[in-house]
């Protein structure tokens, strides 16, 4: 009884350890998923901070603040997110070669920027900031230990160090379009992998605020200048229209002296009238009318009003201003400084109250000087101008008129019908000219509205520009952010071998089926689908309101058809085609050019398939491009690093095996990959541009080669056709041969026929002076293309190289045809002094029958394959 009571209390025991240990365990777990809800709670609420923040990016780009104003709210932004105390951003424009620190705050460095003020790239040299620029890929760390990874020195003129640096670059289409930095000075480790996460997320966005900002700030100012244009085109308009109210009032004012002449019953009368229109053109407020007596002893005045000396008599003839204008026959325009001077030279005496500007003009009778009219003011406020001259000098030759009338009365009728003819005719064509400047003015309306609309449609068919299709898909984007069902496409279209057509029957043509595809395409899609022309033969398509991926397809398919039909352009039947690439709407597109870009992968996969075909862009795709983009910067670090090495292939004469030369080829040394031919990498540096940096790597290796080896023969060098484009490729060429001291004797260039096609003046003048220097051209894969004879006669060519496809087929079925290709080659090369090299030569027999042929020299895996220099 008493063992079943001990095993009783230890049962009980162990059932109470049992439970402790579950109820512990139990804790556990709990404290487990607290902890792990506490940081998805964390997780939601910094997402929400970072949501929150770039909705306000977004509305300050949209704002009306100015630059300034908006970085700092920005900043302001950036610091609730992380710690951003000493934050700048750097704008960096790669193809000039600029950059500009829009916007820089830190407590330490006493730097202060001008944020309109840009810099030359080579203006700072060796930073941080530079580095993150170059090499477009983000830096976190104490700055010291930064600047000894990338081999920076440290300069006072840079700036302190930090205890945490972190900078992310900004893209703009996959190029590096300027930086974002904050640091610390106080402690390291600030900043982690998620805010360099979250940092590169909101760099892009305030790119995008700053692409923004700078949109509507141009297009502000184009508002400003357009406005400024026509508040002047307004000036000019109303100083015409007072021009032409002047000359209506002198022509009213000649009328009303033509009238007085045939009115007036007495001369004083006429003068007084006269003196009222001369007073409604100028000031006359003093005036006077002079006239010679009969004699010619007596200066009389028939008609004075003067308001300092209020009666003038007859006097003899003297030496006053009156007579002075009688003297001469020319009207006189005086202000007192003239006067003075008149008066020192003796040409002149003043009589009566002194003026302080005085006009006067002749009158005349059958050519003869008969008299004075004359206005005077006596304050220096009033004067007269060389205006008021003429105006008076008109004026007073038909008062001259008026006192023959009595003389001629009938004289004076038919002048008075002269003067009104000239009178109606002057009026018809003012008239005229007011309604040719209404005119002018609708058609300037008429002129802003067709540039707006030429600024959102394409010139040659109408349809709209890629900019309105990107405005459009901003506003779809959007809209479809706010519905969870929203289904739309863009279908991105391309012609298939339109460059054919082009070039076989010429660019009119080419217009013509251009039209004829829009208006297709146009009459396929749905009355709410957008089409648009990208420009050349591309074309877009917005579709909205789709059931899903397959709805695009059958889209894509109706317009395939369409365009399938023949067409009779210029008295030909053409046969298009296209290939189409879809992109359908997904929250991961930010804007409207990321969906034409997909759309644009997705039609070059549709042509790589066989052309005449709608392809959907995938996850495939994507990964391809992004492959492409990781090789592309792997390509960019690889010309920093100087990669790229030279393998050489010896060239032969074929009878002895003797090396006459070689050809060097590019070789890229993968970090990790390994050594990769161009085939890998040279679509990608042609897409890029890069190539043309990696051949001038690749040249200076092979010249340094030259200059330090003793290679037998000659090295030729592959160039492309983009070189040419170049006007300095050859004097920069020719440049590294003189710094290596090399002969360009030992140096050839090796193209392709496409690049002859491509400018053909220029690259003769090229291949002239490469070659009067010493350096000969070979023309590779000879055969292949069109083969023209013209090339051979009008380039400087010195080889030819038959294409390694005519060699290979001297074992295949093929063999008579290359065996005739080849003859005809070797005939021809012979004729014009050529050398000939045949390449791919593998075997045995294919040297056999190429000696048999004539063939001189050859190259290919017989007798070598391309290895490095030792």
Known sequence: ???????????????????????????????????????????LRRNERLQLALYEIADLAGGSLDMQDMLRRIHAIVGELMYAENFYIVLYDESRQKVRFLYFVDKLDPYVNDPDAELDFDQAEATLTVTLLRGGVALRGPSRDLREQCGI????????????????????????????????????????????????????????????????????????????ELRKANLDLQAEVVERQRSQELQRALFRIAELSMTSETLERFYAEIHKVVGGLLYARNFYIAMLSADGSMLEFPYSVDERDAVRRSRRVAKGLTEYVLRTGKALLADRPRIAQLEAAGKVRSIGTLAYCWLGVPLLHDDQVVGVIAVQSYSSDIGFSGRDLELLTFVAYHIGSGLARKQAQDKLVVAHAGLEQRVSERTRELAEANAELVEQMGERLRAERKLTYQASHDALTGLPNRVQLLERLARTIAAARRDPNACFAVLFLDLDRFKLVNDSVGHAVGDELLVEAGRRIVGTVRGTDMVSRLGGDEYAILAEGLDGPAMAEELGLRVLSALGAPIWIAGRELFPTASIGIAMWHPRYETGEEMLRDADAAMYRAKGEGRDRCTLFDEEMREEATRTLDLEADLRRAIHSDAFEPHYQSIVRIGDAAVVGHEALLRWRHDKHGLLAPGAFLDVGEDSGLIEQVDWLMYARVIADMARTDMPGYVAINVSPRHFRSPDFAYRLIDLLEEAEVSPSRLRIEITEVALLDDAPRISETLDMLRERGVLAQLDDFGTGFSALSYLHRFPIAALKVDRSFVADLDGEARTESVAVIRAITALAGSLGIELIAEGVETESQRERLIELGCVYAQGFLFGRPEPLP
């Open 1 to 43: 009884m008493a063992m079943n009571g001990g095993r009783i209390v230890q049962l009980a025991q162990g059932v109470d350890d049992t439970r402790n240990r579950r109820d512990a365990l139990g804790r556990e777990e709990l404290l487990r998923l607290l902890e792990v809800a506490e940081q998805r709670i964390e997780s």
């Open 153 to 228: 020195p440290y300069l006072e003129s840079n700036g302190p160090d930090s205890a945490d640096w972190m900078g992310v670059p900004m893209l703009r289409e996959d190029r590096v379009a300027g930086g974002i930095v904050v640091q610390s000075y106080e402690r390291a480790g600030v900043y982690s992998e998620e805010e360099r996460v979250l940092l590169a997320y909101v760099a892009q966005h305030i790119l995008t605020a700053l692409d923004r900002h700078h949109a509507r700030e141009e297009l502000e100012h184009r508002v400003e200048e357009r406005t400024r």
